[in-house]
């Protein structure tokens, strides 16, 4: 009745005009029934009531249902839960509902990050993205929380359909045109900039690629000219994807700036004790141990106490055991500088 003809939920709607509840509640029901076929169709149904409602509706239990289905082996539910999802974040007032809903972005990210996803997969998702960053706070925070940049940079290479590079550049776009602080140094870490620069080179059959193209990379152009060697460093750590660049190795930066990791509740230096402990990849792991020893021999007075009370000079001993050699030498030489007295600095 709906399914080809969705024209008609106007008369559900208006049966249900004194008590909207009645109109969803049946099939908000059915969705945790133990069955493989009613509470997809419940969803489709929902989907198609919801976006065709004249008023807002509270889609606060329909976002967690989506939610999980993100995880579900069968892709054809993941596929349908993403389709649900795509049509109801085109309601502006729903994308900061699901943005608030618990571990919805991440699930969502997480797809993207699976081996298996299919192209059309892959569009759904990244559409449903560009859709929240139409939002300024959300785009100020997807990059920052899920590290999508670096996942759509890696997308967008592999692509072999023009239309996943469309709407990866599309919303770079929305990025950067609604938080371009939160986003334009960590584009300009991961590497955009030459990515865009090749990407301008080739012919499209859409020309809003290449209109998007030409803006990002004169927006990054821009904005490298303007990037201090510091916000460079913090846009790098901020991502988590350490490697030897400049900034590390420089005596002088760590001079001048070692004392700013203390700045925002040591935000920066918090975030390499945590890639102590999480990080898998050695480059990581042995840059951070650089870094932190460091901030210890030209930091502030108090270094050493913050190093030791958020965990890091534990976590860089362990490493003196590590398989990788680069990371051994490395922690090594940050636990030497601890131990050091601070007049011999």
Known sequence: ?????????????????????????????????????????????????????????????????????????????????VQALESLLRIRPYRR?????PHAVDSLVKILK????????????????????????????????????????ETAKAAIKEKVIRVVIATFRNLVEKAPEANLAAMLVAKLLPFCENLATRKWT???ILEDVVYLRQELQDN????TTFEEYASEVQTGKLEWSPPHGSETFWKQNAARLNEN???????????????????????A???????IKFGPKDAKKLVQEIGAKQRVMELMTHADPDVRYQALLAVQKYMVNAWEF
């Open 1 to 81: 009745m709906l399914a080809d003809h969705d024209e008609r939920a106007v008369y559900f709607h208006r049966l249900a005009a004194e008590d909207p509840s009645l109109l969803y509640s049946p099939f908000l029901k059915c969705l945790d029934m133990n069955d493989d076929y009613i509470p997809l169709q419940a969803s489709k149904i929902l989907t198609i009531l919801i976006c065709s409602s004249p008023s807002a509706v509270d889609v606060t239990e329909f976002f967690k249902w989506i939610t999980q289905q993100f995880s579900a082996q069968n892709p054809n539910v993941v596929d349908l839960a």
């Open 97 to 101: 509902v699901f943005w608030d809903t």
């Open 114 to 153: 699976r081996n298996t996803p299919t192209l059309q997969m892959q569009y759904q998702v990244i559409f449903c993205l560009w859709l929240l960053a139409f939002e300024s706070e959300i785009a100020a925070q997807l990059n920052r929380k899920y590290d999508i940049i670096p996942i759509l940079i």
């Open 206 to 208: 859409d020309s809003e």
């Open 224 to 227: 490298f000219q303007s990037l």
């Open 265 to 287: 509740d040591a935000e920066l230096l918090r975030i390499l004790s945590r890639l102590l402990s999480t990080s898998q990849d050695p480059i990581v792991l042995a840059v």
């Open 289 to 295: 141990a650089h870094d932190i020893g460091q901030y």
